[in-house]
């Protein structure tokens, strides 16, 4: 255990006391009502090799605490323990409920070993409605082979590409497609696989969390970048796979990027993922994306006029979750207000008409949403200050301009307060490393992509 500097004795300090310590010291540090608005009830979970792991009752504080107070934490425990200290926070309830038995992924398919999940599948995620096209042809190849028999020469399969593509899509149709074969799967995310470990150490039931990930034929396991700075998770996700593979399971995951962006995994777990097959899945064009829509109005038993799909799909957006927030506005608009479904009425469902502003997400509706996001005004977001807490969230105003795809690297600048072509580029960098290693930041700026595209 890490030797706390307080100590007169040298003795180690319990992870208890140093988080007890900390608590006392950053109630001193931080306003009253921040720190028991995010502090005051948060709890140690875990701590293992100088990793904190404490958890919190929210996602929304888990969030806030990542992003805005992660550093003066890690700072206050290392002063503590006199060294370096990682902290991470997870969701764990006050109340954890007991989980006395397990839980079927597809409970109407009996399976001789069921598969546990971290939540139930979404509705409408099977191979039937995935719609394919050149940029996604080859991930659906790939993952339908892995559905109807494992192939060892895909082992593992990894799935990339920007949020929004289909990636989960396809985790989700294969463990539906293993589920009618009558062939075991589990389901998980990153985030969950990491909590699921947390909760074992701390229950001291690891051999019960090694069984289950371990014994499903397919595992699947989505949005594997949260590994990255989680040591505990990502060894013992590399034992879990190294334990499949070597067993002839088939194990798919998917990520955020390519193998390349995930250095921090550690070159072993790089190494071991790109053994197998890595598959991008790429920005639908503008004819997959028609087709995209068409499908999603089917579904919503409505027919919509060619020329209205041909307009949405070139300027609602390159994401499909942008594709479905047009259309849905579309639909219940002329549903509710009795609106024609026509070029005009589509204008207005993303922000196009003669009252919205230039693109997908109107500029002045990005800069307010992420100013907002991060405790700010949007006169501060684009003002001269370069505090990390005024050009971090910059940065990503920046990067989500930038991918509504219809404005100038100039334009953008001068959006945010008069910045030139080349600030702007450096930006959209520096937040797409961050969002390639941060979690938290890459949530907030999930959650802001998730209300831009359904924001009326």
Known sequence: MPVSLASRTGEAMR??????????ELQLQVSRSTFDTWLRDARLVSCEDGEYIVGVESGF?????????RTTVERTVAGIVGRTASVSFVVWPREPAKTTGETHLFPEAPVENPAHHSSDPAPGRSFDDFVVGPS??????AALAVAERIRPGHNP?????????????????IARECARAR????LVTAEAFTNELVAAIRSRSTETFREKHRSPDVLLVDDIQFFVGKKSSREEFMHTLSALCDDGRQVVLACNQPLSGLAALGPRLCSRLGSGLTVEVSAPDASLRAEILRAKAAALAETIPDDVLAFLSEHAGAHVRALEGALHRLVA????????IDIASA?????????GSHGAAPSDRVIAAVASRFHLTPRELCGK??????????????????????????EIGALLGGRDHSTVRHGCERARAMLSRDEGYRAQAEWLREYLSLAA
Do not use: N
């Not at 200050?385 to 509504?404: C, D, F, I, N």
């Open 15 to 24: 992870p208890e006391r140093v988080w007890r310590a900390a608590l006392g």
């Open 61 to 69: 504080a888990r969030d806030w605490l990542d992003a805005r107070m």
């Open 136 to 141: 996604s042809r080859m991930a659906h190849a």
């Open 157 to 173: 399969l990894v799935l990339y590409g920007d949020v929004g593509l289909g990636k989960t899509h396809l985790l989700h149709a």
């Open 183 to 186: 062939r075991s799967a589990l």
């Open 333 to 340: 608009h002329a549903r509710v207000l009795g609106q024609p």
């Open 347 to 355: 204008a207005d469902s993303i922000g196009r008409g003669e009252s």
């Open 385 to 410: 200050s370069r505090s990390r807490r005024v050009t971090v969230p910059r940065h990503l105003a920046m990067q989500l301009l930038r991918e509504q795809g219809d404005r100038s690297l100039a």
